[in-house]
């Protein structure tokens, strides 16, 4: 299986990017974060730092791992990859005082 250039330079930005803000978020986050905002905007939900920042990293991670590793350009792999990434930017974004 031959891997195109221009894929495996999107698939390792797509696996880059969040691996980049959870080191970030390690260091500059609080040991608890918020996860979830209620419609008020106080905290709803909670998570230790390491679950709320690695779990979207997994998501991120499997699936550039899936968008390199299939014979076809899937879209929805790149789209569920920049979800992962873009809940790590709402746990910055929630957590950052």
């Given at each position: 299986?031959k891997?195109e ?8 930005l797509?696996?880059?990017v969040p691996l980049?803000?959870?080191i ?5 986050l ?21 679950l709320?920042?690695?779990l979207p ?16 350009r ?7 990859s920049l979800?992962g990434?873009l809940l790590l930017?709402?746990?910055f ?5």
């Open positions: 299986m891997i250039k221009k894929k495996l330079i999107v698939g390792i797509l696996f880059l980049i803000l959870v970030i978020g390690f260091i500059v609080p040991d608890k974060l918020i996860v979830q905002i209620n419609f008020s905007g106080n905290p709803g939900n909670m998570m230790p730092k390491v709320g920042l690695i990293m997994v998501i991120s991670s499997l699936f550039a791992f899936l968008y390199i590793s299939s014979d076809e899937k879209i929805n792999n790149i789209v569920f979800l990434t930017v709402l746990i974004i929630f957590n950052i005082r």
